[in-house]
């Protein structure tokens, strides 16, 4: 068997070099990602060659699978290596996260030998930045129309400040805020995503992170953090405000985009887990692609 282990801040730029091998824009490639939920998917690592292996739980299943290799080289031996890893432990073999520009390297190496099946709910939502940073055109009209209306309700009551370790309580404040207005107190996910924000938190400057709040009248009313992933690509892992106030999230939105991702192409603000009110939000800004992922699993198999 392959020897996993938990991953760790000093994998991080290890991880990283396997992530920009091959951009497949996706955010599970993002060691931020990989390291604020590893307790939540109980994820673990090791590495072959110059290949990242990654294996996780799905949270309600509690099933063992695996994340499709990344890294530079040939493909076919650590999926092999999975392979043989997943016989030994007695568990079906599943690869999730397989990028769609991934799918005829694996068919190299397993001519006809997987079956890959689509969740629309897990692709991630791509956009160019410049159009986030200026919400221009008509597509975007009415994000501008919200924009402009919070500038002009609430001017000189409103201020915009980057996350740094001397406000980091009040964005974790405001997240327990977000999830009583939410009525998610009591949700399963509420608990892994306060562990992943409060150890993103804890760890701000070692992961690289760049984050905002966005406050009225000195309280806090949203906030956001996320990373560069890739030469080209910035994720953002979280977004929290309050829908109470119009204009909240487009404000945070625009406000941490052109502060901190001019620099690249693109922003991937991850998937809507089939979740028709996120859905539904992330559509509306008319994303540049979707970045598809598919799960393998070999033909003829029981899962």
């Known amino acids: 068997m392959l020897e996993f282990r938990e991953v760790t801040l000093e994998d991080k730029d290890r991880i990283e070099a396997c992530a920009q091998a091959y951009n497949y824009h996706l955010c599970e490639h993002c060691f931020v990602d990989l390291y604020i939920w590893r307790s939540h998917y109980n994820t673990q690592i090791c590495f072959l060659d110059e290949f990242l292996l990654v294996k996780m739980q799905d949270t309600e299943s509690g099933q063992e699978m695996y994340l499709a290799p990344i890294g530079d080289g040939d493909l076919c031996r650590p999926i092999e290596a999975l392979r043989q890893d997943a016989q030994a432990r007695g568990i079906p073999f599943v690869m999730v996260s397989v990028a769609e520009e991934m799918i005829p390297r694996i068919e190299t190496c397993y001519p006809d030998g997987f079956e890959f099946s689509y969740n629309e709910g897990s692709a991630d939502y791509v956009y160019l930045s410049e159009k986030l940073q200026t919400l221009s055109g008509k597509k975007l009209q009415t994000k501008r129309n919200l924009v402009n209306r919070f500038l002009a309700n609430y001017e000189g009551r409103w201020s915009y400040e980057d996350i740094t370790p001397d406000n980091v309580r009040d964005a974790l404040k405001f997240h327990f805020k977000w999830c009583e207005l939410n009525g998610c107190m009591r949700d399963q996910a509420f608990f892994g ?34 990373c560069q992933a890739t030469d080209d690509m910035y994720v953002v892992q979280i977004e929290k405000a309050d829908h109470n106030i119009a204009g909240a999230y ?54």
């Open 193 to 226: 995503e306060t562990c992943a924000i409060g150890i993103a938190l804890n760890n701000w400057d070692a992961l690289g992170l760049r984050g905002g709040i966005l406050r009225l009248d000195g309280e806090v009313i949203a906030f956001t953090f996320g």
């Open 250 to 303: 487009q404000m945070i939105n625009q406000q941490f985009v052109k502060r901190n991702c001019t620099e690249v192409l693109y922003v991937n603000r991850e998937e809507d887990l089939g979740i028709e009110g996120l859905r539904k939000a992330k559509r509306s800004y008319h994303p540049a692609f979707m970045a598809k992922k598919y799960m393998a699993v070999p033909k003829g198999a029981n899962q």
